[in-house]
């Protein structure tokens, strides 16, 4: 579902890509569809392509994670003497060093496609840019809206999780595993981490789009119908509670701290190029690299599919798979027109016993 390669000439033209509507909205030719993963017969070929291949299942964004993952255990996380104890000092630098990192990340996408607009609308699916005047938003404004429930809300609950997970494994409470002894079991775990988030995001996205919680909850994620990087994090606090609670797998399956801050890593950071709005990030004037948004944008925009976008096909399963084309966009819009008339002849069952 990733897409890098020469866009093909000196000039970015993203029609090549893609068609644009009459609103400026822009959507791309190919359509979304699942990995070589769950299917029969086996592909065992397209398997291997796809897992060890650019891009693919390893490269480019969950060797990103890991990589950064692993540099922040090796060289800027304390010690396992320091984190056995409970103390402002360590914590507090946890929580530094970790909105540093999201304000590198996440600003770094921001910066060339929102602030310097170095592509322009050019792979942008929608036309217009983040709200202002919007009283959806904090100040009325999306992307200071985004910002604040990210470093006020998301942040810290990450750093809760990391700093609790940590002292455990400084403790011996929870099970402890070392690269050094069982290396084929680790990077195993490494390995499955990312599918495990796949399918941990999709059973706590469809919890809370439950009606109640969604109303009490998720709604404010979803205020961002046009989203950008920095809505990836912006979240309820109890949202950013159920998000990262997927690393408390590793307090049951023996793992190392380094599977900890890579599975961290990567809930944390993800959200940045999920949200990006743009299919592409043009870095030259012939080459750009896919964000992998498109699925999740169409999540924003429709609300009720794609509720996970990995590779586990668990949308395509449950019948809530949005895979882009005119057949899908159907599909939406007749289970919303029904639901609109249960809701309206039920309105109206009410005013009769009223009367």
């Known amino acids: 579902m990733h897409d890098f390669g020469q866009l093909g000439g000196n000039t970015m033209d993203d029609t090549l890509y893609g068609t644009r509507d009459k609103r400026g909205d822009w959507k791309p030719n190919k359509l979304l569809k699942y990995p070589p993963v769950f299917v029969w017969p086996a592909q065992p070929m397209a398997f291997l392509k796809w897992f060890f291949g650019y891009p693919g299942y390893l ?19 304390p010690s396992m003497e320091t984190m056995k104890t409970f103390a402002p000092g360590w914590i507090a630098y946890l929580l530094l060093r970790n909105a540093a990192l999201v304000f590198l990340f996440f600003g770094a996408f921001h910066l060339r496609l929102y602030m310097q607009k170095k592509q322009g609308t050019t792979f942008k699916y929608n036309a217009k840019w983040p709200s202002t005047g919007n009283s959806a938003f904090l100040f009325g404004n999306q992307t200071v809206d985004n910002v604040i429930w990210t470093f006020a809300s998301a942040v810290p609950i990450w750093t809760a999780f990391e700093v609790l997970t940590l002292w455990a494994f400084a403790n011996g409470i929870i099970p402890y595993v070392d690269f050094a002894e069982h290396p084929v079991y680790c990077v195993a775990i490494m390995l499955l981490i990312p599918a495990f988030r796949d399918l941990h995001f999709y059973l706590v996205h469809r919890l809370i789009h439950w009606p109640p ?3 009490a909850v998720h709604k404010l994620h979803h205020n961002n119908v046009n989203p950008g990087p920095w809505s990836g994090l912006a979240m309820h606090p109890i949202e ?42 043009v870095i030259a004037d012939d080459t750009a690299i896919d964000t992998h948004a498109y699925d999740h944008y169409l999540h924003h925009k429709f609300f009720e599919c794609n509720y996970a976008d990995g590779v586990i096909p668990l949308d395509k399963w449950f019948g809530t798979f949005h895979d882009g084309s005119k057949e899908a966009e159907d599909r939406m819009n007749k289970r919303f027109m029904e639901r609109a008339k249960k809701y309206a002849d039920k309105q109206a069952r009410r005013s009769g016993s009223a009367n």
């Open 59 to 77: 490269m480019p964004w969950n060797t990103v994670y890991a990589i950064v993952g692993t540099l922040l255990w090796l060289y800027a996380t």
């Open 213 to 215: 919680l969604y109303h």
């Open 240 to 281: 950013h509670l159920l998000y990262f609670s997927g690393v408390l797998i590793h307090w049951i399956v023996p793992s190392s701290p380094i599977h900890v801050l890579f599975h961290l890593t990567h809930t944390a950071l993800a959200p940045a190029p999920g949200h990006a709005g743009f299919d592409k990030i």
